[in-house]
């Protein structure tokens, strides 16, 4: 084909684009068997200077809250019990300046820290988002939308919570409560004994709680996966639902869902149930051995009434962490099961891969010609099934191929492998006679456009939908995007819109019918201008006229580029230069229209049922019958 700018096309890829902010993108294969917070500090290590300030403002926060109480205790034995009332102004001061410092220092350490969180989040996000683009179909067959989506929301969040909350929360147990353990031993090392001995228990307590809270944690994180693909599924489908009057039957399967999601979290709930109540009994028990034997040293005059007091201030330190355990344990576990699912995805490999990746970047133009070499495929999880068996056959660059079959003979299949969304399970495909795995990937997929059977549009304009895969970041020029429209047959009915090209449509194009669809899709593929255009059943939803029309539009691309036509009406592929007719997987007849016509075969019988002719009729009148409409299709 002639260049682009000689046929008056735009560049398919402007120069002007938005930088892009760059994410920490991790290895997948990198510390795949390491702890789950050794492999998310790849992506905190460009916040870590932060992470280190938010540290050095707690430690100036901790100081601050472990130096009250003493200053409190001042306040009380020497301004109230020896009556020094010259000493409360300053002790007041400092106990002012004190608190301050603490206040000022926990904001800043607890903006810094949530910051840290959000950037950590924000490049495993996009690093999530670029691994599912670089994921192939099959990762996509076997995988629920409502689990993607868990991947990409809850369970991201639960990393924020665990970097921004937890992680300071722990901090702040562990140094609340040996910080405080060591003031009341300076203070009188009797009582902090005393208090010393509820530690055993507390952390038995708290590995039960740990080891039975996980696995509870990864029920609870597949029952909202599941929950969330069958909401999905029935937002898509709700068109199917309601013409089925099945709102009732899908309800009940979503009540179904709903409760064992409901029964699951209860079972958590239950589990904590179990050990809260010992860890809050600690909790009280401290508060018991302190005024109980507290009180009994201050009435013997082995310590001071301040120092009681000081020990007061102290034992919320020591009494927050012990009820605070179990709360933290349940947050690790469920970041630890989030951390399962994320790294699953990020370490899920494509079967399509380049082959050569230093021929990546080298610049080549795919001219058109298509030869499967005796390919055959199956599903890499079917592997005894055979979708293809033995498919050879050459296309040269600017002619039409046709390719009829009954469903799930595997037309699209076999299309799809020349774009390398599949890959041949034996043989070979070529392309312009190089083997499509040698291509690089992204400029096979930009020179082969396939209008699928499943139409999809994005919730863009209709102008911004047909020029979608021009690529950068321009607006397209308008002139173009019409003349591209007129050629898919879709300007009358565009022009017809409110807006004209600018209307937007809805999510996956609701509003506009089969039809229409098909032809947004259609214009879609041409003004990309690819080499090699694949049309999957694209006019299956239009009438006659205007697919006739479409075929005339398309002709005048002949020779331009190189056009695979998938159809069950034999209108749509009878002036193809290559017709081939699948069955299971094979092909079982090839040649021209006229060729096939004559063997009397396959397609023989099929273009005798589209002219509505009956076997039973004679001879004279079915060949007078077929030539009448083969007359009429050429008409048409």
């Known amino acids: ?156 969040d639960a990393i924020r919570h665990l970097l921004s909350w937890v992680t300071y929360q722990a901090l702040n147990c562990v140094v609340m409560f040996v910080g405080a353990l060591a003031m009341m031993s300076s203070i009188d090392w009797r009582l902090a004994l005393a208090l010393a001995c509820v530690t055993p228990p507390l952390f038995l307590l708290t590995r039960a ?29 709700n068109r199917v639902v309601k013409a089925f009057v099945r709102e009732e039957h899908e309800t009940g399967k979503f009540d179904e869902r709903n409760a064992d999601y409901m029964d699951r979290n209860m079972a958590m709930a239950e589990n904590t149930r179990r050990f809260m109540p010992w860890l809050d009994g600690l909790g009280f028990s401290l508060q018991l051995i302190t005024i109980g034997l507290g009180g009994l040293l201050v009435l013997q005059g082995n310590m001071t009434l301040g120092g009681l007091v000081a020990f007061s201030s102290y034992l919320w330190m020591i009494d927050s962490p012990v009820r605070q355990s179990g709360w933290l344990v349940n947050d ?54 055979p979708v293809l068996d033995d498919i050879d056959f050459t296309v040269p660059t600017g002619a039409r191929l046709g390719i ?23 043989g070979r495909v070529l392309i312009d006679g190089v083997d499509a795995r040698a291509w690089p990937l992204k400029t096979l997929r930009e020179e082969v456009s396939v209008v699928a059977q499943d139409t999809f549009l994005f919730s863009d304009t209709i102008g911004g939908n047909i020029g979608f895969g021009l690529g950068g970041w321009q607006t397209p020029d308008p002139e173009y995007i019409r003349r591209i429209a ?39 593929a041409i003004a990309d201008d690819p080499s090699i255009l694949i049309m999957d059943d694209t006019t299956s939803a239009v009438d006659m006229e205007t697919e006739a029309k479409i075929q005339q539009h398309l002709a005048e691309l002949e020779g331009t580029k ?75």
């Not at 020094?84 to 810094?112: E, F, K, P």
């Not at 494509?350 to 499967?372: M, Q």
């Not at 022009?495 to 879609?524: C, W």
């Open 404 to 426: 009829l079959g009954e469903t799930g003979a595997g037309k699209s299949t076999l299309v799809n492998m020349i774009a390398r969304f599949y890959d041949p399970t034996s």
């Open 562 to 636: 190189t056009i695979v036509t998938i159809a069950h009406r034999i209108s749509s592929v009878k002036d193809c230069d290559l017709i081939l007719m699948l069955e299971h997987g094979r092909i079982v007849e090839r040649g021209t229209h006229e060729e096939l016509i004559a063997t009397h075969g396959r397609y023989w019988q099929i273009y005798r049922k589209q002219l509505g002719l009956q076997s039973g009729q004679s001879q004279g009148y079915t060949q007078a019958s077929e030539t009448a409409g083969g007359a009429t299709d050429k008409t048409n």
């Open 1 to 156: 084909p002639a260049p682009r700018a000689a046929r008056g096309l735009p560049k398919k890829h402007p120069p002007q684009q938005p930088p892009r902010t760059p994410t920490m993108y991790v290895d997948p294969n990198r510390n795949r068997n390491a702890g789950n917070l050794r492999w998310l500090m790849a992506y905190c290590k460009p916040d870590l200077p932060r992470a280190i300030g938010a540290i050095v403002l707690y430690a100036v926060s901790a100081a601050m809250a472990l130096i009250t109480p003493l200053i409190s205790a001042r306040i009380v034995d020497q301004v109230i019990e020896a009556g020094h009332i010259s000493q409360l102004t300053g002790l007041c001061i400092l106990m002012i300046v004190v608190t301050v410092v603490r206040d000022a220092a926990y904001y800043g350490n607890a903006m810094w820290m949530e910051r840290f969180g959000q950037n950590t989040v924000f490049r495993l996000v996009s690093d999530e988002y670029e691994k599912l683009h670089e994921l192939d179909f099959n990762y996509f067959n076997h995988t629920r939308t409502g689990d993607i989506m868990s991947r990409m929301t809850s369970d991201t």
């Open 486 to 524: 007129f050629i898919a047959g879709a300007d009358d009915f565009i022009e017809r819109m409110p807006e004209g090209y600018d209307t937007v449509v809805g999510e996956r194009g609701v509003g506009l019918s089969g039809g229409q669809k098909q032809r947004l899709s259609l214009a879609r």
């Open 209 to 237: 709680l740990s080891q039975r809270a996980k696995p509870l944690f990864l029920g609870i994180r597949n029952s909202l996966a599941a929950m969330n693909s069958m909401v999905e599924e029935n937002i898509e489908g």
């Open 332 to 385: 690790w576990q469920r970041f630890n099961a989030s951390c399962v699912k994320i790294r699953r995805l990020l370490t899920s490999q494509p079967r399509i891969r380049e082959e050569s990746p230093e021929r990546a970047a080298e610049p080549r133009h795919v001219r058109g010609a298509i030869h499967f070499d005796h390919v055959s495929f199956a599903f890499p999880d079917d592997p005894g099934t």
